[in-house]
């Protein structure tokens, strides 16, 4: 059954061509607007989340996408080739209620990172978690909106090089003995997270790192035409700290992730905050033969640019919609310039008052690179309403 499934998944993810339906939530992140689009027009809940992966041991899809899925318990797989060792999931969800044009949508994410570097040590283990409201008005062949949004984490640990010393970013700096440090939001689920729910909540609407997201979309369906600004800068955390620590880790092979980080010192504590350069992004849906979707995003104050195409189609009156997409990354810091593709592609099932996407999601630095299994990851969706 488990190898069914990741064939049927694979197998539609390759096949498939076009992003998630380009007019719709699923797509907010490009351009806020987007959040007003669905076929649910009332209410809409939606959940999603996404498993990613990287190591450098294995070479097929199939056996990526099962080692994303489940793990490698009892180390089925051999990792031992694999320098670098990375897992990242993330559990993102948003409600969206419609009253005539005013559109309200509140959206809140949790994401889990651990990435161990056998060759130089270097590692991350982070929990971050992210929330926002966005408000907007839809027309019949418009809509425009913005979204704000708070950012904090939880825990952010890195080590870079070799040794015992770790810088460790957080927004509970009193507890930082006590933060969970070995949670899993993959092998432990959210319910940890939702019970501190109002702690978290508290945090983001009063120590976060707050931006804002703002977008236009105008056009029906196919053609259209979307501007947007994203990552904004609005306001600095509040609380949220920088320390020096020594510690000792243990990290499993068989999770993927850590499973023990305990501090034996701390020492140097600094005011931490930290903004994304701010975008602009653009898009346009371009009906020819499949409906294709490129966009652009850029950064003026680094001169960031990230460029792709998207192509699909909504087959048996949008009960099937599938896609691919490929986009091309130019990322620069003080030091160098990263380049990088992605790829994403799958399927989903709209039937109305409910919907499911799942997709597979790569990443290489060589376009020719992107489907060698050492950066993946599965992503599925669901949305409900009216």
Do not use: C
């Not at 209410?43 to 294995?58: A, F, M, R, T, W």
């Not at 990792?79 to 309200?104: C, H, P, Q, T, Y």
């Not at 501190?196 to 508290?202: H, V």
């Amino acid at each position: 059954m488990k190898k069914i499934m990741i064939v049927l998944l694979l197998v539609f993810s390759v096949l498939s061509f076009s992003q998630i339906e380009p007019l719709s939530p699923w797509n907010k992140d490009l351009n806020s607007a987007l959040v007003s689009w669905s076929a649910r027009n009332f209410i809409e809940i939606n959940g999603g989340i996404k498993s990613g992966l990287i190591q450098e041991s294995l070479d097929s899809l199939e056996e990526a996408i099962d080692l994303n899925i489940f793990g490698n318990e009892g180390n089925y797989y051999d990792l031992s080739d694999s320098n670098i060792l990375s897992r990242n999931v993330e559990f993102n969800m948003f409600a969206k209620l419609k009253l005539g044009s005013f559109v309200l949508a509140p959206e809140f994410t949790i994401q889990n990172i651990d990435k161990h570097n056998f060759e130089t040590l270097d590692f991350r283990n982070a929990l971050l978690a992210r929330g926002g409201l966005h408000i907007g008005l839809k027309g019949k062949d418009f809509s425009f909106g913005g979204t704000i949004k708070s950012y904090i984490p939880i825990y952010d640990v890195v080590r870079a090089g070799d040794g015992d010393r770790y810088y460790i970013i957080t927004a509970f700096p009193d507890d930082i003995n006590n933060l969970p440090y070995n949670y899993s939001l993959l092998h432990d689920g959210p319910d940890r997270i939702f019970s501190e729910m109002d702690m978290l909540m508290d945090k983001l609407l009063n120590n976060g790192i707050i931006t804002l997201d703002v977008g236009f979309v105008a056009g029906k369906d196919y053609p259209a035409i979307g501007f947007g600004i994203k990552d904004i800068p609005i306001a600095e955390g509040i609380g949220i700290y920088k320390s020096h620590t020594f510690a000792v880790v243990d990290y499993s092979t068989e999770t993927l992730e850590f499973e023990n980080f305990n501090i034996s010192h701390i020492s140097d504590e600094e005011r931490f905050t930290d903004f994304k350069p701010w975008k602009m992004t653009f898009f346009i849906t371009l009906p020819i033969l499949l409906d294709f979707v490129p966009s652009i995003e850029y950064a003026p104050e680094t001169n960031d640019f990230v460029w792709g195409v998207a192509a699909g189609q909504r087959l048996f009156w949008g009960f099937l919609p599938f896609w691919a997409e490929i986009k091309n990354y130019s990322i620069n810091t003080d030091y160098d310039t990263f380049e990088y593709w992605t790829f994403n592609g799958g399927f989903g099932v709209n039937v109305y008052l409910a919907e499911v996407h799942a997709s597979l999601s790569t990443q290489a630095q060589a376009l020719e690179e992107l489907f060698n299994a050492r950066n993946t990851s599965v992503n599925i969706s669901m949305s409900v309403g009216f």
